[in-house]
């Protein structure tokens, strides 16, 4: 058994598309822009887990997005091998970061805005 997608609540998923790949580099797996469907996949696993953007207009999927974002709480973990790059290219397209990279005891970690209602974890994993 292994993850083949999973769902993240976002405000508006035709603007989240737009901004998950045009912005954020990922590449498209469906968008059915009438039926607000919209998944992703990460340009270095084509064929890995997607990433449906589900709108958050149900009263619990909106509270529980909000309150994830109000607490300062990412709602998912996105995993590099080159974090300093990557946040000078996200930077550079105006991705705002909320958390510079910062060692932890695990590797390193920053936290930016997804430009749709939530927090994200970039993070590189350290090996040993």
């Known amino acids: 058994m292994k993850i083949a997608m999973t769902g993240v609540y976002v405000n508006d998923p035709l603007e989240a598309f737009k901004h998950y790949t045009e912005t ?21 696993a084509p064929d890995g887990p997607a990433l449906l953007l ?10 529980y997005q909000q309150g994830l974002y109000a607490a300062g709480i ?6 590099t091998q080159t974090l ?4 000078a290219r996200l930077s550079a397209k105006g991705v705002i ?4 990279p910062t060692k ?3 590797g390193m970690e920053a936290v930016f805005e997804d430009n749709c209602g939530n927090l994200i974890s970039l993070s590189q994993i350290s090996q040993g």
Do not use: N
Not at 84 to 87: A, F, K, M, Q, V
Not at 97 to 100: A, H, L, N, V
């Open 97 to 100: 970061f909320r958390k510079p």
């Open 84 to 87: 300093e790059d990557d946040y």
């Open 24 to 44: 954020l580099g990922f590449l498209k797996k469906i968008f059915v822009p009438e039926a607000m469907l919209a998944v992703v996949v990460s340009p270095e």
């Open 54 to 63: 589900e709108p958050s207009d149900h009263p619990i999927s909106k509270a």
């Open 74 to 79: 990412p709602i998912i973990v996105m995993g």
């Open 104 to 106: 932890t005891d695990w």
